[in-house]
């Protein structure tokens, strides 16, 4: 199948489960953050715009996620690299707890996998400028709730899905079923898990925060307080952060404000959200004046 032939179908498929999967996931934890809020509670514009930008962003990166896969198969042929084979056969036949240790290993095998190379190109993003340049939109938010979750730029999209899918791609060569079940699980894990540590729930889980990701966590990471910068960085799994020496473990009353401040107010349109950070590369890219040449 060619480029145009997978995203036409692909399309196809995206389109009504894309708003299924984006509106009623959020409403419990809604409910949730006007009840508890943390400091404010997030405002119906605050979750209108985090939509416009998660929908638009999953329109504008399936033509380069789809390209990125493509390219990766055929770096792979061109290499002559024999991937990794990996199943998760052995584990379903396990006498008696077979099928639920296999369900366990497809949604916990690929966390661990997705969350090491999310914290790495995470950590990468906080770094290099041209990166940084669009990750600082899902950091604008002012009022972070349980919809910035997927407020990621198109470009940070698929960069993620570059880092991730297609290194991940030339090393481990999954049955492709069981590829999609696993994919299916671990999101499904990950997806619930983002939409509650990005919500504005004041809840302590101190006994949690080692483990996953919590409210309290993921919090740091948006503190707009220059202590919190560059902590917590981990997308599940605090063992990374713990591990590499960025863990910042919340104390008791550590609820920070979120956002950019004055450096990076949040964009109030869809298109200087999508088109904004264009331009600040655009500009980045450009030669700077050179003095000595004459005008
Ligand atoms: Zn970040
Ligand atoms: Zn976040």
């Given at each position: 199948m060619n480029f145009a032939h997978i995203l036409l179908s692909s399309m196809k498929g995206m389109f009504p489960s894309l708003l299924w999967w984006s509106v009623p996931p959020l409403i419990p934890f809604i409910i949730a953050e006007q009840i508890w809020p943390v400091h404010k509670a997030p405002r119906w514009r605050d979750y209108g715009m985090n939509l416009l930008i998660s929908l638009s962003s999953a329109c504008l990166t399936l033509p380069l996620g789809i390209a990125a896969g493509l390219w990766s198969a055929d770096v792979r042929n061109f290499l002559g690299w024999k991937p990794i084979s990996f199943s998760f056969h052995t584990i379903g036949s396990?006498?008696?707890a077979g099928p639920a240790l296999r369900i366990l290993a497809m949604i916990f095998v690929p966390l661990f996998l997705h969350d090491f190379w999310f914290y790495w190109a995470h950590r990468i993003e906080h770094r290099v400028p041209v990166l940084w340049a669009f990750h600082r939109l899902h950091h604008s938010?002012?009022?972070?709730?349980?919809?910035?979750?997927?407020?990621?730029h198109f470009l940070q999209n698929a960069w993620r899905a570059f880092f991730s899918v297609f290194t991940l791609g030339l090393i481990i060569d999954l049955d492709f079923t069981e590829a999609g079940q696993a994919a299916f699980y671990s999101f499904m894990f990950l997806a619930g898990l983002s939409l509650f540590y990005h919500s504005?729930?004041?809840?302590?889980?101190p006994w949690l925060d080692r483990i996953l990701v919590t409210p309290q966590v993921h919090r740091i990471h948006h503190s707009?307080?220059?202590?919190?910068?560059?902590?917590?960085?981990a997308d599940a799994l605090p063992i990374f952060d713990i591990v590499f020496g960025t863990y910042h473990r919340p104390q008791k009353d550590e609820f920070p404000v979120t956002g950019l401040g004055a450096y990076f107010p949040a964009p109030r349109s869809i298109w200087s959200a999508q088109f904004g950070p264009l331009l600040a590369i655009g500009k980045m890219l450009m030669p700077k004046d050179n003095p000595q040449i004459e005008k």
């Open positions: 396990v006498p008696t938010d002012e009022l972070m709730n349980t919809s910035t979750w997927a407020r990621d504005a729930i004041r809840a302590r889980l707009i307080d220059p202590e919190h910068y560059n902590k917590n960085f």
